[in-house]
């Protein structure tokens, strides 16, 4: 069974919530790679990746899903060419970045399996990326990609698996702000407490919604003092 998005956003609990966190994110790569000594990137490259770039955030703000999909496809291919696994084994974030962004706008236009491909590679990237060696507490691409996937989960009415995924996602980001405070990890830890709390509306379970609710509104008020 889908759950259709458009049911989402009809939770009236929750439109404060979807007012700070349903514009903004998209194609404006939260994660970013530390500098290296790779190979330089050939200048054809940069630019079709600058303009292609350019086409999603114009085809966001008209509100263009559709567009903002194919061209984010567009976009992981070019970047995919950029960070070749041969001169980066271990993935490079604009990639991530890039997956994040296309399972969101997947979600957006009611495409559940195409929201578990893309969530499921970002979090086999992010793992690879930012190995538990190195980020024993976890860290924000992680988490972020476990919350994608618990919306394709949703989508597909596997609740139980979503909310798993979103607690362990919660918990992994508190861990990580005790260290490292970021204004990137609050709002991915509310971000999973805001997505439960939908979760459970949608059951109808109001008061379970209202608790998560009140862990994540803190976090989002947060946000910009802490940026």
């Given at each position: 069974?889908?759950?259709?998005?458009?049911?989402?956003?009809?939770?009236?609990?929750?439109?404060?919530?979807?007012?700070?966190?349903?514009?903004?994110?998209?194609?404006?790569?939260?994660?970013?790679?530390?500098?290296?000594?790779?190979?330089?990137?050939?200048?054809?490259?940069?630019?079709?990746?600058?303009?292609?770039?350019?086409?999603?955030?114009?085809?966001?703000?008209?509100?263009?899903?559709?567009?903002?999909?194919?061209?984010?496809?567009?976009?992981?291919?070019?970047?995919?060419?950029?960070?070749?696994?041969?001169?980066?084994?271990?993935?490079?974030?604009?990639?991530?970045?890039?997956?994040?962004?296309?399972?969101?706008?997947?979600?957006?236009?009611?495409?559940?399996?195409?929201?578990?491909?893309?969530?499921?590679?970002?979090?086999?990237?992010?793992?690879?990326?930012?190995?538990?060696?190195?980020?024993?507490?976890?860290?924000?691409?992680?988490?972020?990609?476990?919350?994608?996937?618990?919306?394709?989960?949703?989508?597909?009415?596997?609740?139980?698996?979503?909310?798993?995924?979103?607690?362990?996602?919660?918990?992994?980001?508190?861990?990580?702000?005790?260290?490292?405070?970021?204004?990137?990890?609050?709002?991915?830890?509310?971000?999973?407490?805001?997505?439960?709390?939908?979760?459970?509306e949608l059951d109808g379970d109001f008061v379970a919604?209202?608790?998560?609710?009140?862990?994540?509104?803190?976090?989002?008020?947060?946000?910009?003092?802490?940026?």
């Amino acid at each position: 069974m889908i759950v259709a998005h458009s049911k989402v956003r009809r939770c009236c609990l929750l439109n404060l919530l979807l007012i700070w966190t349903g514009t903004g994110a998209l194609a404006q790569d939260q994660f970013v790679d530390a500098p290296d000594d790779k190979p330089p990137i050939s200048a054809e490259l940069l630019e079709q990746e600058k303009q292609i770039h350019h086409r999603v955030v114009q085809a966001w703000k008209q509100g263009k899903a559709e567009l903002v999909r194919q061209q984010l496809v567009r976009l992981l291919e070019v970047r995919r060419q950029m960070y070749p696994i041969e001169t980066y084994p271990f993935g490079h974030a604009k990639v991530l970045n890039c997956l994040l962004d296309l399972s969101r706008v997947c979600r957006d236009l009611n495409r559940a399996e195409d929201v578990l491909n893309y969530a499921g590679q970002a979090r086999e990237l992010a793992g690879r990326l930012y190995p538990k060696s190195d980020f024993p507490n976890g860290h924000p691409g992680i988490a972020a990609a476990m919350i994608a996937e618990s919306n394709g989960l949703t989508m597909l009415g596997n609740v139980a698996r979503a909310k798993s995924l979103l607690l362990a996602a919660s918990e992994s980001m508190r861990a990580y702000r005790e260290h490292n405070p970021t204004a990137l990890a609050a709002f991915i830890e509310a971000d999973a407490y805001k997505t439960i709390a939908m979760i459970h509306e949608l059951d109808g379970d109001f008061v379970a919604a209202s608790v998560f609710l009140k862990l994540a509104r803190p976090l989002f008020e947060s946000y910009d003092g802490l940026s």
